[in-house]
């Protein structure tokens, strides 16, 4: 069971990617996903989370106000709009699927149960 990021890629600083989830096959009740993301050396970080069941999304502090995400659940996708990227946003971003009713938006990896292969963002200056 493997959840399918794509959408990265390389962009100029102010600008501008939609990243995207898939679930494909997915049998597993998901009650939130979120995005995360691991620039070089650093360890793995929450950038953004949303319940499937109503829609609540959550932030980090870092890209409040400049990402965006959503959920269309009938085509078990998730997007993750980034505006205005800046060159600390570059990184591989992950999306991962907490399998818990408990979900209140947690953005600690150790919480969520199912991992995609990532893709990578590059913010030039």
């Known amino acids: 069971v493997q959840l399918v990021e794509s959408g990265g890629g390389l962009v100029q600083a102010g600008g501008s990617l939609r990243l995207s989830c898939a679930r494909p096959?997915?049998?597993?009740?998901?009650?939130?996903i979120g995005w995360f993301r691991q620039a070089p050396l650093k360890a793995r970080e929450g950038v953004s989370s949303?319940?499937?069941?109503?829609?609540?999304?959550y932030y980090a502090d870092s890209v409040k106000g400049r990402f965006t995400i959503t959920s269309d659940n009938n085509k078990d996708l998730v997007y993750l709009q980034m505006n205005n990227l800046k060159p600390e946003d570059t990184g591989v971003y992950y999306c991962?699927?907490?399998?818990?009713?408990?979900?209140?938006?947690?953005?600690?990896?150790?919480?969520?149960?199912?991992w995609g292969q990532g893709t990578q963002v590059t913010v030039s200056s």
């Open positions: 991962a699927a907490m399998a818990s009713r408990f979900f209140t938006g947690q953005l600690s990896e150790i919480e969520y149960d199912f």
């Open positions: 096959g997915f049998t597993v009740a998901t009650y939130g």
């Open positions: 949303i319940s499937v069941s109503d829609g609540r999304t």
